[in-house]
């Protein structure tokens, strides 16, 4: 006995009219079957690879590194954003997995066996009973439970996209705040070294007096008390100013490429850009949210599930073709079977009521989740408005209150110093570039108010920071980092 003897031994195969005919029927279905290809979302680029267990290296970050750069970096590798789309390759595969179920099925089957026949049998003296089959199935009809199934996983789908792009936007925000931060540390640190700079003076002045006899102990311990603070306070700005560098770096995907030089922005056109009406805004909100967006997706999902397990009892149509080969014949041994069958279940232990109970569930968590989501939208339109408002109203006079001072400080001190009645600038100059520092955080402040803005209606970050004509005479001022 060998597997060779179902084809080797013409005396033993069971030829029956018809079967040529049908294995060439079941080729062709072969044939087609394998032509079917998975279906996959054509709307977003390749996900990155990341076999070998890491996150895929991007391009360095331009340098000096502007706004623009950051409003147009790729995101694809980065963290956040690749988590997402993971989320989002799942629900391409299980919509996959549920459109397989309505196609064709071709399967390939096969024994080898060895066999003793019994006293009765017609070939008593044959052993070998091998078989080798192809079957061939196809769902007809399910009364509309497949198409609920599938219109769940399109849902999901659907849903999981808008919370990749959704993610992404986020992303970006944060990337824009970093991208603040680091402009702010750079400032705010210039200005307390200019300030260092002036108590170190005054420290030194004060040891030379101190060793003429000028200046008492009290007072020279005072200025060396002042002298410390300051440095203790230069050294933690200087360590603010390598920390956001770092969290621009991680949150960009770049772990490795601390950016070095920055561009200041030019965003003073925001403080003229018409804010919009609460109402307005929370209409739009309402309608646009990617977030909210998602979640109603979800909901068409859990209506379809709903709907598939309400229909679970009901019958089922599918045809089915067979074509066997045998080494031995049998009464009940067919080369060639086609027919279409009949499942009705009748009773399933309970099974169809848990479904339901748990797609209600399901419906129910995601209208909560939904209006949680509406009231926040709502709740975050408001303070955008208000706080928008209050930058451009408030904290634009204050900024420009601080300016003034600091301007017409520096021009008094200088005068003082010109006429020979002060010995130095005093606190001019760490005074202009705290106003400067203040400028620079209330423009930031507005700009990624409208950032989130921006997020919240589901337009591009850029569009609203830069879309408008803006001064764009002279050039970026570019801060560095220093060693």
Known sequence: MSFGHMFDNPARRVIRPGAGSSVTVLGLAFLIVSAIAPVRAGDLPPPPDVSEGRLATPDPLPQPLGLDDV???????????????????????????????????????????????????????????????????????????????????????????????????????????????????????????????????????????????????????????????????????????????????????????????????????????????????IETALAEDLHLNALRRKYDGSESDLATARSGNLPSLHAEVNADYYTREGATRDPFRAGVYLEFPLFRGGARNAEIGAAQAERMAVVAEMAEREAAVRRYATELVEMIRLQQSVGLSRMQAMENYADLNFTRNQTLYQMEKATDLGDAMAEMSMAKFERMKTTYDLATRWAEYALLTNRSIEAVLLGQPEDNSGEDQVTEETS
Do not use: C, W
């Not at 198409?147 to 996209?161: N, S, T």
């Open 71 to 281: 409003l147009s970096l790729p995101l694809d590798s980065q963290y956040g954003v690749l988590a997402a789309r993971s989320r989002y390759e799942q629900r391409v595969a299980e919509r996959q997995l549920t459109q397989a179920d309505n196609r064709p099925q071709l399967g390939v089957n096969g024994r080898l066996r060895y066999v003793e026949p019994g006293d009765v049998a017609v070939e008593n003296d044959q052993h070998d009973d091998h078989q080798a089959g192809l079957s061939l199935r196809q769902k007809l009809f399910d009364f509309g439970r497949q198409q609920d199934r599938e219109a769940a996983a399109e849902a999901r789908l659907d849903g999981e996209r808008l919370a990749l792009l959704g993610e992404e936007k986020r992303q970006r925000l944060a990337l824009l705040r970093a991208y603040f931060d680091v402009l702010l540390a750079d400032q705010r640190y210039q200005a307390i070294n200019e300030r260092m700079a002036i108590l170190f003076i005054r420290y030194d002045r004060a040891r030379d007096r101190q060793e003429l006899g000028q200046t008492s102990d009290y007072d020279l311990a005072r200025f060396e008390r002042d002298y410390q603070e300051i440095l203790l306070e230069r050294a933690r700005a200087d360590a603010e100013r390598r920390l956001t560098r770092r969290h621009l770096a991680e949150l960009a995907g770049r772990p490795d490429q601390l950016p070095r030089e920055l561009r200041e922005p030019r965003l003073d056109a925001l403080f003229e850009r018409e804010v919009p009406a609460v109402g307005d805004l």
